[in-house]
């Protein structure tokens, strides 16, 4: 079984960076794709930022350009280096692994981490 844990959040100004880690543990046998999603108060959550187990990488528009995501394979973790952090950053941040449960997919998710972006 998957458990993703994350860590990093925090306050940052506007133009700061923030490093998200998720780690993950159990089995990465099944592991198709990782990824960190966010939720702001009062909307939905929305895709930050995907990687696939081939290492192909996707992004949100807007935050292509600032945000990376990455792994280390060694360490069975996740990141998401922010940059150049806006206040409508502000959100709770979530790991997410996609899972391959033959016939279907299945979604594990940590248990988030606050990023507060303000002066």
């Known amino acids: 079984q998957v458990q993703l844990v994350e860590s990093g959040g925090g306050l940052v100004q506007p133009g700061g960076s923030l490093r998200l880690s998720c780690a993950r543990s159990?089995?990465?046998?099944?592991?198709?794709?990782m990824g960190w999603y966010r939720q702001a108060p009062g909307k939905q959550r929305e895709l930050v930022a995907t990687?696939?187990?081939?290492?192909?990488?996707n992004y949100a528009d807007s935050v292509k350009g600032r945000f990376t995501i990455s792994r280390d394979n060694a360490k069975n973790t996740v990141y998401l280096q922010m940059n150049s952090l806006k206040p409508e950053d502000t959100a709770v941040y979530y790991c997410?692994?996609?899972?391959?449960?033959?016939?279907?997919?299945?979604?594990?998710w940590g248990q988030g981490t606050q990023v507060t972006v303000s002066s």
């Open positions: 997410n692994a996609v899972l391959q449960v033959l016939p279907s997919f299945m979604n594990v």
């Open positions: 159990g089995s990465a046998f099944s592991i198709v794709a």
């Open positions: 990687i696939t187990s081939g290492g192909t990488t």
